[in-house]
């Protein structure tokens, strides 16, 4: 190893952290603001910084340059050691171009291989589904995050016309479906040991059979661990009338995008649902989002509830090794959340910065135990 003065020494220099940060559309900046105020908050009581690497990419960028994703923006987002997106998505941009151009091209251009959903029901927090309590409501959906559907191949032919024909095609590898099956598995070991496989094997019996053969092969190195398939059709209705059947969820990429919307609603809402696109080979920056959208029906009023931002925030900073700061910020999180009147829009209670703030204040000096 090569000598750099104060490396290697225990030193306090702080561990110090470059993130990529894409605030986006809408509701994004407002709920980035927040998150960053956040993690400045802990690394108060932390040795460790962060650099904020801020780009102004989304409609706006679009709109201007006829491009959502630069090449050599790209590459400067690669170099970080995390990506923090708000949102993105703009009326005033056809459907698709922000979705794709940027969201799954980072995703899939730093092989962020899985969407890690986690779906906890805080103490004290509302959900409509009334039958959902915290100790029915705390699982994981990992959604496989490269292929399937997403993957964008097919055609659209004679648009507009009588003949009009649309092919969307679905792809399915034993490469992708292993890794995340064995991150599935890898995770359940460390949480209630308890894996339910989504798919439509009874419909979709290439790629269903696909993932089927997978599961036998990894089950069989994880005997301790109990399994459950389930059809995503079935899987709907299970979660609303039993989830507290469910520990870990391992599905397809758009089953998971969409079951992933229902695990939120018994969580609390799209308020509070946070999400990590990871590398767990770490070959490339992982990327945390919030789980909803740029809401521009709510911009720029401080509506919006951080805490799904903030609670990715925390999953950043596991992420990133800082384990003990991210529980830290979850539980100021848990803690601010039942003091609010609604978890979003004009009845919550005070300002998005405001929860923001409340949650900082936590960090900078926690309550007495
Ligand atoms: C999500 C979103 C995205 C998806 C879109 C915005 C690309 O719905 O993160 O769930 O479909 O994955
Ligand atoms: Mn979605």
Redesign the pocket.
């Known amino acids: 190893m090569t000598a750099r003065a104060g490396q290697g020494a225990a030193t306090d220099e702080p561990r110090s952290y470059d993130i990529a940060v894409i605030p986006g559309d809408g509701i994004g900046p407002e709920v980035t603001a927040e998150a960053m105020k956040v993690l400045e908050a802990v690394a108060v009581m932390s040795p460790m910084e962060f650099r904020f690497d801020e780009l102004p990419l989304g409609a706006d960028f679009y709109l201007r340059h006829g491009e959502a994703l630069p090449d050599s923006m790209e590459a400067r987002i690669g170099r970080a050691d995390a990506i923090f997106l708000g949102a ?2 703009d009326p005033a941009v056809p459907p698709g171009v ?3 151009g940027l ?2 091209r980072l ?1 899939r251009s730093f092989d962020q291989y899985v ?1 890690y959903r986690p779906a906890k029901l805080y103490p004290g927090v509302p959900s409509v589904v009334t039958t959902v309590t915290p100790q029915t409501c705390d699982m994981v959906v990992l ?1 496989e ?1 490269t292929e399937g559907l ?1 993957v964008g191949s097919g055609a659209y032919l004679n648009r507009g016309g009588p003949g009009a024909v649309a092919t969307q095609n679905s792809v399915s590898t034993g490469y992708a479906t292993e890794r995340i099956m064995r991150h599935g598995f890898d995770l359940a070991e460390t949480r209630r040991r308890r894996v339910a496989v989504v798919h439509k094997t009874n419909i979709l019996v290439h790629a269903g059979q696909l993932w089927l053969d997978v599961l036998e092969r990894v089950r069989g190195e994880h005997p301790d661990v109990a399994v459950d398939y389930v059809h995503v059709d079935a899987m709907c209705q299970h979660l609303l009338l039993d989830p507290g059947r469910f520990d870990v969820i391992v599905t397809e ?2 089953f998971g ?1 969409i079951i ?2 229902l695990t939120a609603t018994l969580q609390g809402g799209l308020a509070v649902a946070a ?1 990590a696109n990871l590398n767990p080979a770490r070959s490339a920056p992982s990327m945390f ?1 919030p ?1 909803h ?1 740029s809401a521009p029906d709510i911009a720029g009023r401080g509506w919006a509830n951080p805490a799904a931002a903030i609670l990715s925030a925390a999953l950043m900073l596991v992420h990133l090794g800082e384990v003990d700061a991210g529980g830290r910020v979850e539980r100021a999180v848990a803690e601010v959340l039942p003091t609010l009147s609604a978890l979003a829009g004009p009845g919550m209670g005070g300002s998005t910065a405001d929860i923001g703030d409340a949650v900082a204040a936590r960090l900078v000096s926690p309550p007495p135990a």
């Open positions: 993105v998505g922000l979705e794709r969201i799954l995703r969407n959604r995050n997403y990429n758009l995008d992933s919307d999400s989002e789980v959208g």
